[in-house]
């Protein structure tokens, strides 16, 4: 017999939902529910796992419990949330989609799996693949952005990058896909309401993020904190069981997000904690995260036949795969023994690839009679604004172990990259307040200055976990301190920290650049001062739409075809009377300090079958004053079928870097199978006839080159 089923055969009851039940330390709590007593109940059996837990002899000791002094020795699973980096601080999500890059995102998953390793952790709570549509949802800042095709390719990425060739590594960590469902769909963009959205969209939008992690071999599924049409995620049978088992092919674990099973009594669905239990438990979560209700609630359960013990079983069986997947039946002190420790060369290395992804998550949204890059011989310089010198700002949040004092601010970077430049640092007003005193301060010193850095956006407390906001314009009294200095009439950069695209047309038409930088991470400065000298070419493009008005959200670029489209002046189409309906800045957009034509596409397939590929080629010339990357976005649009197709959906993105007045032939290759559509029957389904597909630098409509091609079946 297999060793796992020996074990398993050797449990009681209490040791098996012992494996289901996760426990917080209490290093970090994120909501009510930690357990007191960690200790005993470890050496109980009555713990599988703990999160919030890393330090290699914190993790000995822990571990030291569960396998010299608990009955049967089983390691527990050590878990924490390895976001964005966990001592190094790589950006945010959100600002690192930015990068349409799969090989630097593999990479800075694999450098935090090796950081957080080497202090014992074992699993992470990443990656997070919602789609997000409602910049209002403070957790957009945490994931892919808009888009599918890009929330697939980062889910794969990431969960190659987490977990390694091969889980059993000592520098590999098990991924966690999260937060199953349509977390990002919630009502208004409200912290943990409702979302109703159809099964076809589910399908189709939120959850192939999550079948690319699964085909990637994610170890484990987090479903998300909120409701679908009443059903709430953690107790939703249909999605856990029906649709990520069996249409997905899910055998990994399903871990509860915290104390998500105690909520179903909040949400009305549970009288008490075992049926809570019962009900999170027969829909298909496999551990309980910090409720308490498995191990109070699955063992009665059993009793009185409202739970299968054969079901208890298979629950413990995944767990405990995972646990030999990981190589901690061999050596459960494998993750935080590793020599390497902290060693100089390799944090050097990550500090270099924190560097190379901030510098490619920032994107230079405007850029009037081409301000930047500034030159290298500037005089004096003012940096104003709350952000100028907030290293918490930097690292955003989940940021884990890292630390302010190693973060590089925008002031210290800019000071390095420029040592003569006479450089005046005011706050001026700070982040969230609306104090205008310190104001007068901030304009002397923009009056000595050539040029000043204005950074303004949002604290790090306003995005992510429990971070709606209603208003996504610039918080406190920013704008009195941007109109102050936009009024002195000279060059003004714009650098925005936020979690979060901010509505603020006025900033946008009033500073000569604006750079979208986000929450950048450990060398948040050093790369805003290669973009802003130029030694960095900027590269990021934006993975959402930026809209103009919080009116305006949800605004996502691959809309459905509506009876009366957009048109502007036209009454009875589908507008605004108060704004426009196009974003401030489409999906894909990005400035570069090169210039970039299009010119030639042409579809080479114009005909083309099952299991054909459709072939089009486009050259790229730069017409700038340097060599760049530019990016190339290549979209389809279904003309005529049995469903409303979106006028845009994105199916590829092609970098290339193209010399100074030079030319590049690029051609790009789609399976005829990826035309197909979640159909009438909610099945894949492709259907005959006429696609556009179009190559643009942006989903901007007007730069969009277009073509044709004819599926015949
Ligand atoms: C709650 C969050 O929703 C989830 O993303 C996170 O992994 C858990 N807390 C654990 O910290």
Known sequence: MDQLEVLLD???????????????????????????????????????????????????????????????????????????????????????????????????AQAAAQEASEEGVALTFAPMLDIARDARWGRMVEGPGEDTWLARQIGV??????????????????????????????????????????????????????????????????????????????ANRYLLKDILRQRLGFEGVVISDFNAVGELLNHGVAHDLLEAAVLAFNAGVDIDMTSNAFIEGLPIAVDRGLVSLNDIDNSVRRVLRLKERLG?????????????????????????????AAQRAIVLLTNKDQLLPLAPDLICLAMIGPFVDDVGAMLGSWASAGHEEQTVSFFEGVRKAAPNCHLDLVIGVDGLSQDVSGIELALAACRKAEVILLCLGETA????????????????????????????????????????????????????AVLA??????????????ILFGVINPTGRLPIS????????????NQRATGRPTQIGVHYSSCYIDTLASPQFPF?????????????????????????????????????????????????????????????????????????????QLSFVLAVEDLAFVGPELDLTLEAGRFEIYVGQSADPVGLLKDSFDLVL
């Open 10 to 108: 050797a449990m009681t009851l209490e040791e098996k939902v012992g494996q289901l039940n996760m426990v917080a330390s209490f290093r970090a709590v994120t909501g009510p529910g930690a357990l007191q007593e960690v200790d005993d109940l470890i050496r109980a059996g009555h713990i599988g796992s703990l999160l919030n837990i890393w330090g290699r002899e914190e993790v000995a000791r822990v571990q030291r419990l569960a396998v010299d002094e608990s009955r049967l020795g089983i390691p527990l699973l050590l878990c924490h949330d390895i976001i964005h980096g966990h001592r190094v601080i790589f950006p945010t999500p959100l600002a690192e989609a930015c990068a349409f890059n799969p090989v630097l995102w593999q990479k800075t």
């Open 157 to 234: 990425a990431k969960t190659r990058g987490f977990q390694g060739e091969d889980l059993s590594f000592a520098t590999s960590l098990a991924a966690t896909a999260k937060h199953f469902g349509a977390y990002g769909a919630v009502t208004a963009g409200r912290e943990y309401a409702s979302a109703d959205v159809s099964e076809r969209t589910l399908l189709e939008i939120y959850l192939p993020p999550f079948a690319a992690a699964i085909a990637a071999g994610v170890a484990a599924i987090m479903p998300a904190f909120n409701d679908i049409a009443g059903q709430p995620m953690t």
């Open 328 to 356: 901690l039946f061999k050596d459960p002190y494998r993750r935080g023994s590793s020599v390497s420790y902290n060693a100089q060369k390799g944090k050097d290395q990550r500090r270099a690839l924190a560097r190379e």
């Open 461 to 512: 407390e306003m995005s992510g976990e429990a971070a709606s906001r209603a208003d996504i314009g610039l918080p406190g009294a920013q704008r009195a301190l941007a109109e102050a200095v936009f009024a002195l009439g000279k060059p003004v950069v714009v650098v925005l920290t936020s979690g979060r695209p901010l509505a603020a047309p006025w900033l946008f038409e009033r500073a000569t």
């Open 517 to 530: 930088t986000w929450q950048l991470g450990s060398e948040a400065g050093h790369a805003l001062a290669d």
């Open 546 to 557: 930026w809209p103009r008005a919080v009116g305006q959200t949800p605004i996502f670029y």
């Open 588 to 664: 894909g957009h990005g400035l570069s300090y090169s210039a970039f034509s299009l010119l030639d596409f042409a579809c080479l397939t114009p005909l083309v079958k099952h299991n054909d590929n459709v072939e089009v080629s486009v050259r790229v010339r730069n017409d700038g004053a340097r060599p760049g990357e530019a990016t190339l976005f290549f979209f389809i649009h279904d003309l005529v079928a049995s469903l409303a197709r979106p006028v845009l959906e994105l199916k590829g993105v092609k970098k290339v870097f193209v010399g100074q007045g030079a030319e590049e």
